[in-house]
Structure formats: C-alpha cells, structure tokens
C-alpha cells in the first residue's frame, strides 16, 4: 500500500478530537530527490520563525544546505552511515541550534532546547501540511557539526532535519528501510499524562 500523507489518516485513530494535521504529520524517509522550491522552503523556516520561546528569547537557529549546493558535503558528511542511504534524496539538510543564554540578562536559559522542539515541531507541521518529508534525526556527529558549522561556544546542536520531496514509490529506498516506512503509532493518553504527581512506568 502506498502510505502517503493522506494515508496516515486512514491508518492512526486519535482517542480524542484534534486537528487532523497532527495525525497527518509523520516521520518518511522516502523522498525523490527533486529540488524544493526555495519559496516553499522559506515558508517552512517562517513556521519555525512563530514558534513560542521562553521570555520570547527567540534562541532556535537554523543551519542549512541545499541540495547541489557548495555546502551540501559538509552538512552530508555529518550524516551517521546509516541515515546517508536515504538523505542523500533529501532537497535540504537542516542543523538546529539554540543559544544557551538569555540575550539580555547572559544567564542561563534552561528551556532553550524546549523552545528549540517547538520550533522544530512548526516547520515539521508546515512541512506535512504542504505533503513534504521534514524527518528530524539524532542521527548524525553532533561535535564535527559543531565545528564545521562554525557554531559559537553559547549555542548548543540540538538535532539535524532532512527535507525533501515525499516519494510514494519509495523507489530510492533499500528493503529494510522500506519496511520502516509506517506511519508510528502512539502510546495511550493514560500512559503519557498523569494528575498531582507522576505516576507513571517508565
């Protein structure tokens, strides 16, 4: 079965009533291969751009590469061997990082990862809401980022996303990637959330 975005609807059942567009957004790793238009990729920063910070310190930054661009080797080459398979289709490769401090006071800013997931969590949105792959990984050398991106010692690497034209054929995938290809399912909401104190498994 193809499993497009539209697809992830019919497969995912929330217990509750939410805006579809959350169940829609899922992680492919199936892309074509083919440029974005660079419009529509600023459309996805400008999401990120209005995402809520703490004291609106505004501290998410993002690095990137097109693709066939003079940086894309350097962005690529940051890449786990096990994820080079499949971004290698990708039309951007995108490092977050956040500032660890508050611009106007110089202490620390505990929450700047927090902000740093909203942010990512508006482009991903706006990526599913336009049919495109926005897959955010941890897999990749966060210290060489660090220094072949020329990241300031107050800025911490937070994660890498690749971008790219979703592929419903996933043609350009191996067989083992291919069968992860499933939009996930999520834990219940008694699992997740608990009133007064945490209660919780693990």
Known sequence: MSKN????????????????????????????????????????????????????EQ????????????????FFSLLAEGNKPWCKFASHLVVI????????????NPVHEFDAGAA?????????????VA?????????KAK???KVPDNFA?????AIGVYDPTEKNLDEKTK???VPSMRKPLSEVSSEGVFNFAG
Do not use: C
């Open 5 to 56: 975005f539209e697809d992830a609807l019919k497969i995912r059942k929330p217990d509750h009533k939410i805006n579809p567009l959350f169940i829609k957004r899922w992680s492919s790793r199936s892309m074509t291969g083919e440029a974005i238009d660079p419009e529509i990729f600023s459309s996805l920063l400008e999401a990120a751009r209005w995402a809520p910070s703490s004291s609106n």
């Open 120 to 132: 990512f969590e508006n482009l991903v949105l706006e990526a599913a809401d336009r049919n495109l």
């Open 135 to 143: 897959h955010g990984m941890a897999g990749f050398d966060f210290q």
């Open 179 to 181: 069968g992860r290809e």
């Open 147 to 149: 220094v072949s991106l």
């Open 157 to 161: 690497v937070n994660a890498m996303i």
């Open 97 to 108: 990082v956040s500032k660890t401090q508050f611009t106007k006071s110089g202490s620390a």
């Open 59 to 74: 501290e998410s930054r993002f690095i990137y590469a097109s693709r066939n661009s003079p940086h894309w080797e350097t």
